[in-house]
């Protein structure tokens, strides 16, 4: 039960329920506040936060454990495909049928969540939102995609297409993607 600051219940000595009615509906209803200072304090609490976990994504360590080359590299992503298709219930497509483009698609997400700290990480660090659990992913999944580019240059197109796929806007596009500025 909700106890509204103008119900009969209420009572200002009574700690619990001044804390029930200064927290209302929580920080949704402070966004909708008539107040300008409510309305600041959540957005600035909300961006703090987020600043955080991108500090906390930055800081991670990520390498890329991985000596096989690039052909190994596709035939074992392959096989964790046809693996992840079978338990679904599905046909995995033959892997000579299978295009370069979509081997080096496997492979790259293979690596990222096989031989680097990106699964574990995801797993080990719960947020409060999904904002926040969203830009943690993002940052990682784009230091990640930067350490297989850099140890797999065949793969850094399949690399750059996927960073290129979770920006939001061209400007977090053109400053996570120096390399195509620079050979254009």
Known sequence: MRITQHSPFAREDDPETVEKIRKGRGRFAAYGSSKPGVRREVRLTGQTELRKVLRAARALKVTLQ???????????????YAAITLADGRTPMDFHRLHLSTKNRLTVNYLRHARTVYDASLLRNRFSTTDLRSSYNKELKVRCLDEIASAYPQLADECDRQRRKISQTLEEAAVSLPQIEQAA
């Open 66 to 80: 991985c000596h096989e080359t690039v052909e190994e590299l596709h035939r074992l992503a392959y096989e964790n």
